[in-house]
């Protein structure tokens, strides 16, 4: 009875391993999901588009901002940036700057430090690589206060 059982749950692990693992395969193969987000416009105006982005927990992404002002605007998204797992920011476009805050300046228990602002001057380009792990909704906004007012804020929803 005992080695039946034994045999069966083998078989049953088998099974579920099988297409798993096909999955992880099909989403390592596919790469991540890029999403695009403009700061800024050609024509200098203080947008966000789009100002809602729509992203499930425990799916990979890569973020694109873009920066096609004149101006430097900061991306300023710090509760986000505590409830995702950050693999990489990358700069490919102009200057950018990455900073840097521990989590426990938002109340959260410290592990690694994250993102609390990255600086994109004119021009700019930055893709920041991340998985969601916690569900919310999350503001985002250019970090100077007057182009905040004047527009350039949003909301990230993870589900």
């Given amino acids: 009875m005992?080695?039946?059982l034994t045999i069966v749950i083998?078989?049953?692990c088998a099974s579920l391993a099988v297409p798993m693992g096909a999955q992880a395969a099909a989403t390592i193969e596919r790469g991540p999901i890029e999403v695009v987000?403009?700061?800024g416009?050609?024509?200098d105006g203080f947008e966000l588009s789009p100002n809602m982005l729509q992203l499930e927990t425990g799916k990979p992404y890569k973020l694109v901002i873009t920066n096609p002002s004149s101006t430097t605007h900061y991306i300023t998204a710090p509760e986000f940036a505590a409830a995702v797992s950050t693999r990489k920011v990358e700069i490919t476009g102009g200057n950018v700057e990455?900073?840097?805050f521990l989590r426990t300046k938002l109340g959260?228990?410290?592990r690694l430090p994250v993102i609390g602002e990255i600086e994109l001057r004119a021009g700019g380009k930055t893709e920041w690589y991340f998985t969601g792990n916690d569900a919310?909704?999350?503001p985002i906004e250019c970090g100077i206060p007057a182009h905040a007012q004047a527009g350039m804020v949003g909301m990230i929803i993870v589900d």
């Fill in 2 to 4: 005992f080695k039946q």
């Fill in 10 to 12: 083998a078989a049953l």
């Fill in 37 to 39: 987000l403009r700061f």
């Fill in 41 to 43: 416009s050609a024509t």
């Fill in 98 to 100: 990455r900073k840097r």
């Fill in 108 to 110: 959260i228990a410290p």
């Fill in 136 to 138: 919310g909704r999350f």
